[in-house]
């Protein structure tokens, strides 16, 4: 099974509809991110969280929320959906408890496709 | 602003020839610098690693070069196969005070690396 897993994979929304994405990781880490790529910028960061307590904007926040309601699931909503927030959105996870070159490294779900028409 | 850029967007190459993908950053506070690699409808996936205080880090195939004057490190993959095809994203891990990195990656946007037979 998946450690770090994404509902839905993929889906096709209105302008001004309010979506919910889902992470959740089995993985045991106290840290998770939601990122989005598009083509040509890579991935962005639009919110991370180090512990269900602690959320922090990204370099792309505007427009998205965030809620962290156990160690394990980490959602993303976007509240009036517009067509510029099509995207594919990742979630990742890492533990913030390693040390040494583990520090760092962050785990990646399979992504969700979204298109706002 | 771009703070870690990957400036072709694409590579092809032969197999068994050498792969060289190049990443630039801007940021003299980055310590930490990953390598992913992602292929179509899955997440990216951690593959090769440096701190800031060597140089030179090796993996199989994988090696990873620093040059922290030029603020520029590249990945070496050497022979290149076919299933190396993918999508391979540069990211930085920024130093924060007491000399631990935050563990927050900035990604640049990808380079395709497409690997013929």
């Known amino acids: 099974d998946a450690d770090v897993t994404q509902t839905p994979r993929n889906r096709i929304t209105k302008t001004g509809k309010r979506i919910m994405l889902e992470c959740s990781q089995t993985?045991?880490?106290?840290?998770m991110y939601w990122y989005r790529q598009d083509p040509g910028l890579g991935l962005r960061l639009i919110y991370y969280?180090?512990?269900?307590?602690?959320?922090n904007k990204g370099e792309i926040s505007d427009g998205y929320s965030v809620s962290r309601q156990a160690q394990a699931k980490f959602s993303l909503s976007l509240e009036s959906a517009i067509p510029n927030q099509t995207a594919l959105y990742f979630c990742?996870?890492?533990?913030?408890?390693?040390?040494?070159?583990?520090?760092?490294?962050?785990?990646f779900g399979p992504g969700t496709r979204l298109t706002v028409l | 602003d771009q703070q870690v850029k990957q400036n072709s967007p694409s590579l092809s190459v032969q197999e068994g020839r050498i792969s060289i993908l190049n990443c630039d950053y801007t940021?003299?506070?980055?310590?930490?610098f990953l390598w992913y690699k992602k292929y179509p409808a899955e997440g990216p996936t951690f593959l090769i690693s440096?701190?800031?205080?060597?140089d030179k880090n090796e993996d199989g195939r994988f090696t990873v070069f620093l040059n922290k004057s030029a603020k520029h490190l590249s990945l070496h993959i050497v022979p290149s196969q076919p299933g190396d095809s993918a999508v391979y994203f540069c990211?930085?891990?920024?130093?924060?005070?007491?000399?631990?990195?935050?563990?927050?990656?900035?990604f640049g946007q990808g380079t395709i690396l497409t690997v013929h037979p």
């Open positions: 990742a996870t890492s533990d913030g408890r390693s040390s040494g070159t583990s520090y760092n490294e962050q785990f």
């Open positions: 993985k045991g880490h106290d840290r």
């Open positions: 969280s180090f512990d269900v307590k602690d959320i």
């Open positions: 940021n003299s506070m980055f310590d930490y």
């Open positions: 440096i701190s800031s205080i060597k």
């Open positions: 990211a930085a891990s920024e130093v924060q005070a007491g000399g631990t990195s935050y563990g927050k990656l900035t």
